[in-house]
């Protein structure tokens, strides 16, 4: 059996079950969601599993890909309960795409977890190519596609409706964490080049998220905080861009360290 970077048995038994045809060439992977962040209320959260594959080379180089891979034992036309486990694993090659783009749940994977694994501590040991300035913009936006979500601005999504929490609280206040947590770590990322997991204000993060905050407390401190986020940005010591250059070499060479180990 190749290197895996799986070690929980549990996490290795829902992987099997969800049927991912590359177990042994998942090169990181981590428990992510409200546990990653360190803002998981009891037990009111599913399991939400991510992770980076390096696909064989006929899928990377042929004529067919296998970009990503997602299963739920929720599906898709209802909400996940505590019980459901969700399972998101990119290429590396989709992963470093969206990396590079500034992605916030992309750039997640270069804090979370640990580097066990020969091929992802490549990726790792180049992890400033992928910081840059302009990915502040990237957290700004995801912030205000979810704040018009807990005004109404933009609608709720199907999936993602939180009925019983706009009831019982007004808004919804999972979303309203995730949005300050998103600017707390753009501001880190800006100042410090980093994103600290689980978040240093988990303790604030999980009190917006029990109801604690008005709507109107909630709307003020996300404008102050995307002011902080914006000043940060533009006072930033990061590169503006990412060096893409650099990010392909890392990728390649990950590739081809991996596949020659695999066939040895």
Known sequence: ????????????????????PYPDDLIHCFVGGSELHGAKIGDTHDLDIYGVYVEPPELALGLQDFEHFTWSTGGDHRRNTPDDVDIT??????????????????????????????????IQDGRPAFLARESAEQFLGFVKAQVQRVTGERGRGAKGQR????????????AAMHSCRLLYECMELMQKGTITLPRPEKDLLIEIRKGCWSLERFLDEINRLCQMAEDAAKASQLPESVDRQTISRLVAKAYLQHWTKSIV
């Not at 970077?5 to 996490?11: E, K, M, Q």
């Open 1 to 20: 059996m190749f290197e895996s970077s799986v070690t929980s048995p549990r996490i290795f038994r829902e992987i099997r079950r969800s049927g991912f």
């Open 89 to 122: 694993f990119y290429s590396l090659k989709k992963w470093a795409t969206l990396a590079a783009k500034g992605n916030p749940t992309a750039l997640h994977f270069l804090f979370a977890g640990d580097a066990s694994h020969a091929t992802w501590q490549i």
């Open 163 to 174: 009925p019983e929490i706009e009831e019982e609280f007004g808004y919804d206040t999972k």
